[in-house]
């Protein structure tokens, strides 16, 4: 029922810019907060940021935070991350995710809530 895809990702020069974008259907997208991860090869999953159903709130993991930006426009079903100033260590598969809730809880960075997910699209930084 729910369909979770996101896209934007490839290949950008350290230091350089990126913007991904998720799509979501089969769900109400207004009510549900939404979420962004990433896992990188031979490390665990972790949370680069969560905004809330209405986008006035939003939370970013201290290994992103400065550098990336959640926003989501409603009416579109759409979901956004800007990331500028990539480094070395963002290269990951990026994970688009929604939420049962309407908030982010204090477990967000570990997906807790996060039920639908999409199928990822690769973020790779050249040096």
């Known amino acids: 029922q729910v369909q979770v895809v996101e896209s934007g990702g490839g290949l950008v020069e350290a230091g350089g810019s990126l913007r991904l974008s998720c799509t979501a259907s089969?769900?109400?997208?207004?009510?549900?907060?939404m979420g962004w991860f990433r896992q990188a090869a031979g490390k665990e999953r972790e949370g680069v940021a969560c905004?809330?159903?209405?986008?006035?709130?939003?939370y970013y993991g201290d290994s992103v935070k400065g550098r990336f930006a959640i926003s989501r426009d409603n009416a579109k079903n759409t979901l956004y991350l800007q990331m500028d100033s990539l480094q070395p260590e963002d290269p990951a598969m990026y994970y688009c995710?929604?939420?049962?809730?309407?908030?982010?809880?204090?477990?967000?960075?570990?997906?807790?809530?996060?039920?639908?997910w999409g199928q990822g699209t690769q973020v790779t930084v050249s040096s």
């Open positions: 089969g769900l109400t997208f207004g009510k549900s907060a």
């Open positions: 995710a929604a939420s049962s809730l309407s908030v982010c809880l204090g477990t967000w960075s570990s997906a807790g809530g996060f039920g639908d």
């Open positions: 905004i809330i159903y209405n986008g006035d709130r939003s």
